[in-house]
């Protein structure tokens, strides 16, 4: 009997999902080898598939003899667009064009095959280049890889392999976040994923590399370090985890590298023990042991409540009841829940009001942690057990994960879930949240009944911002889940997106008036925390980088005036979409502040300071011994100051200012790039210095 192929890895929230079931991804990178010291291509990856691996990461574009090597072993293939943005790409557009025509012609060869599941555009652009090329024209050309491979082969999976120098330049319309990642210690790395899970927004987070050399370290200290990092990334609800590399032999810039040896086998092809911790890892579905309620209040939901019941009973891994509060629906949503759904506990009231319903529900309800969805949301099946980690520590009172909207099935659809205005948390941190939306918040019922639930005051929304600032107030302290979302549906039409903020605005009015302190002078809540927007945390117009000083921070960050929100779908995306979110993004605020206080105000943003064109630019030959950092350190030492960690600059010396970025441009060869700001006599001074 033939076996039928197996379906497309596609995304699935912040995970990844293949033939049904949900998939973590273990990979291991693979290559490029030395010339003429490839490996047996079948013994190898037999040997890879044996080691527990489902998945390689490339560096380049596999022919289509090996995709089928491949698909016969049963590994999943990402494939590497390999270019050259190892120099300053943007001043010879030939790079980029070349870049597209290889992707494209590539992609109609291959995309069609079973293993492939999907292709890096790029891996690490260097943080001097892209500082040189100016971050957002650099993210944009990524995107612009992205957006040629979605629209030749829309059914494979496209990320940009990042690292936490370059943090801000996640592409805006990548599938998934991938980042390099080599911390040497459990914690930082644990720490380090929590904050990337905020970074990268609705998408899965899948560490792209991570290893340890054993020229420099044991061969046990890497086999400890590859176990744990297995281990918390999967804890940490990363979409997978990359080993680098499968083998010491490797080859870069065309030369062999013998200086390092990062593989988990050697260069004779024999296995490390860190190859048996990779092979004995498997991870282990979440479980919990609290008594979970999950209570959805309704009114006139006939048309969604189904469709939430089914994906609550398809919940697993936790014990729980399920309890259905009928605000007083007058259609056949008490008819639906008692035919389709015998086992959920249906109460059926007059009509009182959201807050009033989830009081009813939460009193009627056995368990010790009461969790609130909506009508119009879908739990994930792993929805509860994900928050059952969140109270294993006993200071968590509350807890709760993002409401994702579900794919666009309609261009109006696809324009709303990019409008601004939904349901969305607010983080102090990267684990403690200031709010979280009732669609998707758990909470102790010890805290539930300490301060006395919800707000019969708030009958349609607001609810869930006063719970949890009373819940703060009273020193309970609210907990994050990033993996615990719920598949949250948008309102359908324009005019009800619009009804529902006017209906938000009248709950604002609602809070100002019992919690004053919370607002400015203008009306709107003022969070202490940053409010979610479900796009990925990127440089954009106004956007402020802590490069460091001379650029050189290892972990760049990046402040926002507001976090991005998420792009449309490229599939609806054209002129006519694009123009209903900008009206869309005018009239949102408008319509709230209107129905909070009878004002219509549009907010202006000045436009920023923009860098003054340089006086001079110059590039001058190197090798490995006078490249950018060997500049740096030479003008530090004749008199030259370090600029502050946002400027867009180096160094500094009596009104002249100048960055510097180093090509790489072969093998031990080097291109070093020089922008002077100043007077010309200073600059072309400068050039000849340098230059002798």
């Not at 590497?80 to 943005?85: A, K, T, Y």
């Amino acid at each position: 009997m033939t076996k039928p192929p197996a379906s497309r890895l596609k995304t699935d929230g912040k995970f990844f999902r293949r033939d049904g079931q949900r998939l973590w991804l273990k990979t291991v990178t693979y290559g490029p080898f030395p010339d003429g010291k490839e490996p047996p291509l079948t013994k190898e990856l037999a040997k890879i598939r044996d080691a527990g691996f489902d998945s390689i990461r490339l560096f380049t574009l596999p022919d289509s003899a090996f995709l089928n090597e491949a698909e016969r072993t049963g590994l999943l293939v990402f494939a590497g667009l390999d270019w050259n943005h190892y120099v300053d790409f943007l001043s010879r557009p030939s790079i980029l064009s070349a870049a597209r025509i290889r992707l494209a012609a590539w992609l109609k060869v291959n995309s069609s095959h079973p293993a492939l599941a999907g292709v890096y555009v790029g891996n690490e652009i260097p943080y001097d280049l892209v500082r040189w090329m100016q971050p957002l024209v650099v993210r944009e050309a990524i995107e612009e890889l992205i957006d040629l491979g979605k629209r030749t082969a829309p059914q494979l999976l496209y990320a940009y392999a990042n690292y936490p120098s370059t943090e801000y330049l996640e592409p805006g319309n990548a599938d998934f976040s991938a980042f390099n990642i080599y911390l040497e210690d459990k914690q930082p790395f644990a720490a380090y994923l929590r904050r990337l899970q905020n970074i990268v927004g609705d998408r899965p987070l899948v560490v792209s590399e991570f290893g340890l050399d054993t020229a420099r370290n044991s061969n046990e200290k890497q086999a400890v370090s590859l176990g744990w990092a297995l281990e918390i990334s999967h804890r940490e609800e990363t979409a997978g985890l990359t080993i680098f590399a499968w083998s010491d032999l490797w080859r870069n810039a065309g030369s062999e590298i013998l200086d390092w040896s990062f593989g988990i086998t050697d260069r004779q092809g024999n296995p490390k023990p860190a190859l048996h911790i990779c092979k004995d890892f498997s991870p282990s579905p979440p479980v919990t042991s609290h008594q979970f309620s999950v209570i959805v209040c309704t009114h006139n939901g006939g048309a969604r409540i189904a469709n939430c019941l089914r994906a609550i009973a398809e919940m697993d891994g936790a014990p729980f009841e399920t309890i259905v509060v009928d605000d007083g629906s007058d259609d056949d949503t008490a008819n639906i829940v008692a035919r389709s759904f015998p086992y959920v506990r249906l109460l059926s009231i007059p009509p009182s009001g959201l807050s009033a319903a989830r009081n009813i529900g939460a009193k009627a309800a056995t368990g010790d942690i009461l969790a609130f969805t909506d009508d119009d949301c879908e739990p994930d099946c792993e929805w509860l057990v994900r928050l059952g980690k969140a109270f294993l520590d006993p200071e968590i009172a509350a807890a709760g994960g993002p409401n994702l909207p579900p794919p666009a099935r309609t261009s109006i659809e696809a324009v709303i879930r990019s409008a601004p205005g939904a349901p969305s948390h607010v983080l102090f941190d990267d684990t403690r949240a200031e709010h979280l939306p009732g669609c998707n918040i758990a909470v102790r019922r010890t805290a539930f009944d300490a301060i006395g639930g919800f707000d019969p005051i708030f009958r349609t929304a607001g609810d869930d911002v006063d719970f949890c600032w009373r819940l703060s107030d009273a020193g309970h302290r609210l907990g994050f889940v990033p993996g615990a979302f719920v598949w949250h549906w948008r309102r359908p039409s324009i005019r009800a997106f619009l009804k529902q903020q006017i209906g938000y605005g009248k709950a604002e009015k609602l809070l100002l008036a019992k919690h004053p302190v919370r607002f400015g002078k203008n009306g709107d809540a003022e969070w202490t925390g940053f409010v979610y927007g479900g796009g990925a945390v990127n440089v954009g117009e106004g956007s402020i980088i802590y490069y460091g000083p001379m650029g050189q921070a290892g972990y760049q960050s990046i402040v926002n005036r507001m976090l991005p929100l998420r792009p449309i779908d490229p599939a609806f995306r054209d002129g006519r979409t694009q123009f209903l979110l900008i009206i869309l993004n005018i009239l949102q605020p408008m319509a709230r502040r209107w129905a909070r206080n009878r004002q219509i105000k549009m907010s202006i943003s000045k436009p920023q300071a923009q860098q003054t064109e340089p006086t001079l630019e110059f590039g001058i030959p190197g090798d490995d011994a006078t490249h950018r950092d060997d500049y740096l350190q030479r003008l530090l030492a004749k008199g030259w100051k370090s600029a502050g960690e946002t400027d867009l600059w180096d160094l500094e010396k009596g009104g002249t200012r100048l960055l510097i970025a180093t090509e790489r441009t072969g093998p031990k060869l080097t291109y070093n790039l020089f922008r002077v700001w100043g007077s010309p006599e200073a600059a072309r001074a400068l050039k000849r210095e340098l230059s002798s």
